[in-house]
């Protein structure tokens, strides 16, 4: 299970279900069931801050 799978499924369980939780959060209920299901990947800042979830990033020079 991904990191965005376990944050999705403890802000479902924090909120009581998928509607309540995607009323709460903004985020769509099939697009955070998705993410749940890990058949969604790479969302958006938005959508991550609402899980909880910080993105790094981390830049290496090419060919190096």
Same mark, same amino acid.
């Given at each position: 299970?991904?990191?965005?799978?376990?944050?999705? !499924? #403890? $802000?479902? !369980?924090?909120?009581? *279900?998928?509607? #309540?939780?995607?009323? +709460? !959060? *903004?985020?769509?209920?099939?697009? $955070?069931?998705? $993410?749940?299901?890990? #058949?969604?990947?790479?969302?958006?800042?938005? +959508?991550?801050?609402? $899980? *909880?979830? !910080?993105?790094? +990033?981390?830049?290496?020079?090419? *060919?190096?």
């Amino acid at each position: 299970m991904t990191e965005i799978q376990r944050a999705a !499924t #403890k $802000l479902i !369980t924090r909120h009581g *279900g998928l509607r #309540k939780a995607s009323r +709460v !959060t *903004g985020i769509q209920a099939s697009y $955070l069931c998705r $993410l749940r299901n890990g #058949k969604q990947s790479n969302p958006g800042d938005r +959508v991550l801050r609402q $899980l *909880g979830i !910080t993105r790094h +990033v981390s830049y290496r020079a090419c *060919g190096a």
